[in-house]
């Protein structure tokens, strides 16, 4: 079983809903992260945070709000997407944002935009 | 720029073969971390490996093993009697400092099937 457990699993909104992504860890990480990943594709980088505070933000659309509450949550606010937006969403977590840290995975929650 | 390039997108062996899956980087960063990755059809990413770029000394876990060639800039990963449970993608990864932070950059992935 993963450490870092991701909710919902599975995800079906039209372009208008609002919703959100959840991800939590109780491995005492202090750095978390968003990723996207479309069929086929590596994972890409939205967002870092790094004991609780946005870190890097690579450019993602605002339609995509993230926000960490404590050092064990971090959450995804997702309204008005687009139906380019449907792939799996990728929690991750690290000790710290040094590069020697592994990353840790979720399973992801798969997004589906009608 | 950093850049992980995996040459082979899939492979497909009989089990009980042995295969190795390719990984080459670009960096210039003098340290650096590269890691190994399985994705299997659940999704999860699971942490298999990291070596940084000061210790060439080759790795064995079990049936896996990774050979790091720095004069190359390679990190190669080989499963040595497969088994159906490798069925998985496996993603190479290398870790810089950007901005102060670190950061993955993924290769594309090397899809392997293993069949019965």
């Known amino acids: 079983d993963t450490e870092v457990t991701q909710t919902p699993k599975h995800l079906v909104m039209g372009m208008t809903n609002k919703k959100s992504l959840k991800c939590e860890q109780h491995m005492g990480h202090r750095a978390m992260y968003w990723y996207k990943q479309k069929a086929k594709k590596p994972p890409e980088l939205m967002f870092v945070?790094?004991?609780?505070?946005?870190?890097i933000n690579e450019s993602v659309p605002s339609r995509f709000s993230p926000e960490c509450p404590n050092s064990s949550l971090l959450n995804l606010h997702l309204h008005a997407l687009q139906p380019e937006d449907s792939a799996l969403y990728l929690c991750?977590?690290?000790?710290?944002?040094?590069?020697?840290?592994?990353?840790?995975f979720g399973d992801g929650t798969r997004l589906s935009i009608l | 720029a950093q850049k992980v390039t995996q040459a082979q997108t899939e492979i497909s062996v009989v089990e009980k073969e042995d295969v190795t899956l390719d990984c080459v980087y670009e960096?210039?960063?003098?340290?650096?971390?590269l890691f190994w990755y399985k994705q299997p059809p659940s999704g999860e990413l699971v942490f298999l490996i990291r070596r940084n770029s000061f210790d060439e000394q080759n790795e064995i876990s079990g049936r896996y093993s990774w050979n790091f060639q720095k004069s190359t800039s390679s990190f190669n990963f080989t499963i040595t009697a497969s088994q159906v449970v490798d069925s998985a993608v496996y993603f190479c990864a290398l870790s810089d400092q950007n901005s102060g932070y670190s950061t993955l950059t993924f290769g594309k992935g090397t899809m392997l099937l293993v069949s019965p």
């Open positions: 960096t210039r960063d003098t340290t650096y971390y």
């Open positions: 945070y790094s004991y609780e505070k946005l870190s």
């Open positions: 991750a977590s690290s000790q710290g944002v040094q590069n020697n840290q592994p990353q840790h």
